[in-house]
């Protein structure tokens, strides 16, 4: 049987759970950049006139969400193996939720300018 089992497995729930939203949040960025490059040819193939308002950004606005997901898969590979020394030590240590905060942030951060990427074509118009 292995010690604190129940902790790690918790701990490893935890890890996936960050992996699957770091992926997600690589592959909404891919698909944005993808699109926005579907879009910029489909407004060349009308002489640079689209008939929908295309929004500048979208490529800039696909990596940052892929470098988003990618630093949330590397401090959730970071948290899961210090939570991981700190449940074997079986030392007590304070809670310290600044990282995920941080991370929690910088996505509603990200989101917020998608929503703006997304509106401003909108109100432009």
């Not at 007590?92 to 990427?117: E, K, N």
């Amino acid at each position: 049987m292995i010690p604190q089992f129940s902790d790690h497995a918790a701990n490893e729930r935890t890890y996936l759970a960050w992996v699957r939203t770091g992926i997600s949040i690589i592959a909404f960025g891919f698909v944005l950049e993808r699109f926005s490059l579907f879009l910029h040819t489909v407004s060349e193939s009308f002489g640079g006139k689209s008939p929908v308002a295309i929004s500048q950004g979208g490529r800039e606005a696909g990596l940052a969400m892929v470098l988003v997901g990618l630093v949330a898969l590397v401090v959730a590979t970071w948290r899961f193996a210090a939570t991981a020394r700190r449940i074997s030590s079986q030392q007590y240590v304070a809670y310290d939720g600044r990282t995920v905060l941080f991370l929690g942030v910088v996505v509603i951060v990200l989101a917020l300018a998608l929503v703006y990427f997304v509106m401003r074509p909108m109100m432009a118009g």
